[in-house]
């Protein structure tokens, strides 16, 4: 993946972290300790899974120090019953911050659009990103699916 970064806000730089990343992605894992959010994966198996295609993670940077914020990972997945999709598999940010959150999720939106992505699912139980979610417009499948998944089709 191309390593780019799209300027968000004044504070909040939101770019693509490659497999050759070390630093970034030993900032992403500490995050995800700090957050409490066991992203359950060694940076070995990041660096592998983003090599081959399978994961792409974005990371939101403080433009005047370089800080990460946060991190949203997802991948592609393909279904049967309604083709291709992108999942969200996590959003973290420094004290849930939800303006950052916005942010990661509408650059991971925009990249899936590019490649002609039309749904996007979200699986949570953090209040706060439900929250999040709903404001950009999710729909809520939890009554449908009988699970916390979240639904956008642009």
Do not use: P
């Not at 770019?15 to 940076?43: A, F, G, P, Y």
């Not at 946060?70 to 997945?77: A, C, R």
């Not at 083709?83 to 942010?103: D, L, M, P, Y």
């Amino acid at each position: 993946m191309d390593e780019q970064a799209y300027k968000c806000s004044n504070k909040v730089i939101v770019q693509c972290l490659t497999s050759s990343d070390d630093n970034l992605i030993n900032e992403v894992l500490k995050l995800s300790d700090v957050c409490s959010n066991n992203l359950s994966l060694k940076r070995t198996e990041i660096k592998a899974l983003m090599c081959d295609g399978l994961i792409r993670i974005l990371i939101a940077k403080s433009d005047s120090g370089g800080q990460v914020l946060g991190y949203i990972l997802f991948y592609s997945h393909y279904s049967t019953w309604v083709g291709e999709s992108t999942v969200i598999k996590h959003v973290v940010t420094i004290q849930q911050n939800k303006s950052i959150a916005k942010q990661l999720v509408d650059e991971t939106l925009n990249i899936g659009k590019k490649f002609g992505i039309s749904r996007f699912d979200v699986f949570t139980d953090d209040k706060w990103l439900k929250q999040v979610l709903h404001e950009l417009r999710f729909d809520n499948l939890s009554l449908k699916e009988e699970w916390d998944c979240y639904s956008l089709h642009v």
